[in-house]
């Protein structure tokens, strides 16, 4: 469904990503790992479509997405879980999670304004979409709280909740689970889960090996922008490559400290 | 004692009721402002016409501002473009119910224009040109001899609809009235729509915005040209009623005017640019009176209007930092005994953004 094929990308001359191939079949979910500044967010970017790549190819369902904008990107299926809360202020949770319809609706400023039919039956159904989505993720009971007043973890499972209202074939997750507390992790992980049960092809990018080992069918491990290892978590994480880049990683934050 | 002692419970809100509510104070406003022309005198008809179409212009500075996070600081640009629309057509013979149609058409037309180079910019730089295209336009006006250059295109003739003259400054008003209610709703829709909801979600973090498959850029270039319409109108009911435009009709000075109008009122709320509108105009009309009696100076009318935008918008920022609605809804709130504070005004406009700030050094 989705494959990432050589793609490299360098700011002021250090690569960030290079050379990196992989590919994601349809309903499979994909961990992205690898250490800090491994180049896991600069891919995340790539494939969302907030960077361009210098060199390679990403190719979704079949059809070359280079060119394609971000805004392209989501409505041809692709939709993002940020790192950051990027929940939108001033709007409710519900409001915030009806954003995510923008791909599957058409009506546009003309229609809202004068109240036309098209507008009545697509906010229906975006009412309905959003309902259904806020109920996956568990945030019902929330819909019509100030999105800012949520805690963090809620924050991110209303973020799933906004790309699911999209309706998506295939889920960018950038580090999910950071800044989350041990109870909101496993809620999160829980929610990935069933996601996964649903059939939804994840690309999963994450830091910490744990989280992924029991979430992801396959990994990806980066380190220093290139493909170090891919396999099954059980394979990658008795790699020894794997093993020295993350201890690698744990002697520059011991010195770092 | 029963098991729910002791447990918070949330206030459930009762849209139905706050709906009836609303209607039932949304009517009697609607009433009282057109009742309000019949016991007004002439003067005073004058300040009610001219605090409407602040209003309509405030109401465009809230949508593009506060809603969708984007600064202007020339709106009076574009009333001034809806202006010489209007009066233009008319004094050359042109009906003058389509110039007033024209109005915001051309001023909204050249809004998306001129955005689609400006809106690339964020907050400050935004800020500045749209002042800069002010400015500009005002160099220009006053050098082309067609609009009447530096002395002003005179003879605007008089509005008529379906054939009867308005004469009466009366009849201004309720037509300025009538403008106010129009733009309201037209806001009021695209509040609570798709669209609507893009350009607020765009306001806090157009990365995230974009992501969620909203286009950002053509949303924030329609915005744009719909707050410049908003203003077009007020500028084409103004050219009738005044029957006079020249450059100095619209300084820099009112762009300003508008955007105090909008935060004192509450910036990113419906109702709140015309209570600013109606508050700031009754108080700077208050003080002029005050400033040109006999033995004040002949400075104090002007020290006073400029001051008086200063400190008020000091004050309001300081002690009411969501403008004058926001606080007075959460002081009724209260009073019937709801904790629920109102929503924040969306975008908090001028702050820079942080997710646009830490966008990837070469994305669009």
Redesign the interface.
Known sequence: MLDVEGVSRS?GGVYAVQNVSLSVAEGEVRAIIGPNGAGKSTLF?LV?????ADSGTITYSGRPIDGA???RR??DGI??V?Q?A???????AR??V??????W?R???VA????LPR?RS??RA?REQAEHALERVGLADWA?R?A?SLPLGQQRRLQVA?ALC?QPRLLLLDEPASGLRAGERTALAELIEDLRAGGLTMLLIEHDVRFVARLADRVTVLDLGQVIAEGTPQEVTSDKRVIKAYIGDEDEHARGH | MTAEVGTVRTVRRRPDAQRAVGLGLGALVAVLTLLAPLVLDRSQLTVYILTGTAAMVTIGVSLLMGYAGQVSLGQAAYYAVGGYTAGLLAVHGTPPLLGLLAAPLVAGGLAGLVGIPILRLRGHYLAFATLAFQLILLAIVGQVDFLGGDIGLQGIPQLSLLGIQLMTAQAYAWVTWVGVAVVLLITRNIIASRPGRGLRALATSETAAESSGVPVTRYKIVVFALSAAFAGLAGGIYAFFIGYLAPGSFPVLLSFQFIVMAVVGGLGTLWGPVVGAVVITLIVQTLNDLGTRPGMPSYASGVFSYAVYAILLVVVLLFLPRGLLPAMADLVRRAFGRGRRAPAAAGTAVTVDDSTTRQPPDSP
């Open positions: 700011f970017n969302g479509g907030h960077l361009t904008s971000a805004h989501a409505h939709a993002t940020f950051g990027r929940i939108f202020r001033g709007m409710t409001e915030n009806m954003v995510g319809a923008q791909p609706t009506h546009g400023f809202a304004a004068l109240r507008h697509e906010e975006i019509d100030e800012e906004r999209s």
